[in-house]
């Protein structure tokens, strides 16, 4: 399900990207692929991809830990795989059909997200109710996926409060609790993608330490502060204290600070050990990279008095591009290898094994640079002209070829791993090695 989300977000955006060009755009919205259109299907389905490559990694855990899984763990495992299925083709349809709450990351309609809610109050289930035999003494991963399964469901909940018309009739109090309610679903989707993570590394290196180091609690803990004061940097134009900004920028600079620590530390570890297929270190590598890359990007954009300039310009596109391709899907591919690994044997290893593979990351890096590049420097050029009130400089408008030709090469790169991972996936693979065999030498 999290490939497939993967290949609708990818050919949506790869579409989606020619809107930058007028005429092209025009012809698009004529044929019925208005970006209004296509924008929410390609974010809906790159969270959903984000969401579910984590949840694919979890079960790796539930699986091997402990007594597997029961037959009632099954069972509402195929309840929210129904239900998941349901929403996601309730959303291509309705958003395909032009019908949207318009609501960024949220603009499917309330009846998928109902489906949504009620598929993960089973996935949450099948995953706390292993905290009955304790919850303190667990390796930091657990901790990340019990606060990220809760943060969801509170944050979920609370995106649709425009529901209630005494929030929508408030545009400022609407904005608010949208942008801080976003702001802890991201919080609750990178606490899944950094315990799978740390969970992945510990099962390629055998080193559990790390799991209960200080380092590893250190982002956990900053990053729960974040889940609670992230949103401010969202809304710096509303009417709010200056402490609130600045609480807001020490505390997200902090978190992302530790996690690029964290990410070094996971990507020596898994390259100096011999059992890690070699693709998953690169992809670790390119993780840690793109840590570094969105740390000084949010530095700076982040700082109040410089915010003023780029909100709402393609600097926070290619932000949010940066941060969940780079960080967020590099680490997730690193995962989906260590499972197809999992899955199947040997015969996953040679395919997956670097040669071919490694330059088309390369590529891949290449055109995701030259992209979240791009939008950086023609959105800063915007915001600074806009303040000024001067019309903007011809380059800008000559390089609006620059996203839908550096996108196409990014997608087509991504569908190329599609094309690496598909025969993996097939019936005539090698039989899985998760589905019956609990991992008892590993349970805790
Ligand atoms: C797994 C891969 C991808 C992820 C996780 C991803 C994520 C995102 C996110 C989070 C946004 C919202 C940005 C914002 O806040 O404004 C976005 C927008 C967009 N993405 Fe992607 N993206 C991916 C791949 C691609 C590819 C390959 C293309 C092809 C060109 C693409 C084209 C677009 C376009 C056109 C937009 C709308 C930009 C706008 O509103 O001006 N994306 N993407």
Same mark, same amino acid.
């Given at each position: 399900m999290a490939i497939a989300c993967y290949a609708i977000a990818i050919v949506g955006g790869m579409i989606a990207a020619? #809107?930058?060009l007028p005429d092209v755009s025009q012809r698009l919205a004529g044929s019925g692929m208005a970006l209004q259109r296509l924008r929410p299907i390609h974010t809906t389905f790159a969270s959903l991809w984000i969401y579910g490559a984590a949840i694919a990694v979890m079960y790796h855990y539930l699986v091997h830990r402990g007594d597997g899984l029961r037959p009632a763990d099954r069972t509402r495992f195929w309840f929210h795989t129904g239900c998941w299925i349901l929403a996601g083709v309730g959303c291509v349809v309705s958003l395909g059909a032009?019908?949207?709450?318009?609501?960024?990351?949220?603009?499917?309609h309330p009846a998928c997200s109902l489906l949504f809610f009620v598929g993960w109050i089973a996935l949450a289930i099948n995953f706390l109710r292993r905290l009955r035999n304790g919850f303190w003494g667990q390796p930091i991963y657990v901790w990340f996926w019990t606060v990220g399964i809760l943060f969801f469901m509170v944050t979920f909940a609370e995106g649709h409060a425009y529901l209630l018309p005494w929030v929508e009739q408030s545009p400022v109090r609407d904005l608010q609790i949208q942008w801080k309610s976003c702001g802890t679903l991201v919080g609750s989707f990178n606490f899944l993608v950094y315990g799978s993570l740390i969970y992945v590394a510990e099962r390629l290196?055998?080193?559990?330490t790390y799991g209960q180091s200080r380092i590893a609690f250190a982002l956990f803990g900053v990053g729960c502060l974040n889940s609670f004061t992230n949103y401010a940097h969202h809304t710096y #134009?509303? !009417?709010?204290?200056e402490t609130v900004k600045w609480i807001a920028f020490v505390v997200s600079m902090l978190e992302i600070v530790i996690l690029f620590r964290v990410a070094s530390d996971l990507f020596a570890a898994v390259r100096a050990s011999?059992?890690? !297929?070699c693709m998953t270190s690169a992809y670790l590598g390119s993780a840690k990279w793109w840590t570094g890359a969105i740390l000084l990007s949010s530095l700076l954009i982040s700082v109040p008095s410089l915010n003023a300039y780029i909100h709402g310009t393609h600097v926070v596109t290619g932000h949010a591009m940066g941060a969940e391709i780079g960080i967020d899907t590099m680490a997730l591919f690193g995962g989906v290898c260590f499972l197809l690994t999992e899955l199947r044997g040997e015969s996953a290893r040679a395919r997956l094994h670097c040669g071919r593979m490694r330059w088309h990351l390369g590529i891949m890096n290449a055109s995701l640079v030259t992209l979240f590049g791009w939008l950086t420097i023609s959105g800063t050029v915007r915001g600074i002209y806009r303040i000024n009130g001067e019309a903007l400089p011809d380059w800008v408008g000559y390089g609006a070829w620059v996203f839908p030709l550096a996108g196409f090469v990014l997608g087509a790169t991504l569908l190329y791993q599609l094309v690496r991972w598909a025969p993996l996936l097939g /019936? +005539?693979? +090698?039989?899985?090695?998760?589905?019956?065999? /609990?991992?008892t030498a590993a349970a805790e």
């Open positions: 020619w #809107h930058y032009g019908i949207s709450s318009g609501r960024e990351y949220l603009g499917f290196t055998g080193d559990k #134009h509303l !009417p709010q204290s011999k059992r890690a !297929p /019936p +005539q693979s +090698q039989e899985s090695a998760l589905v019956d065999a /609990p991992d």
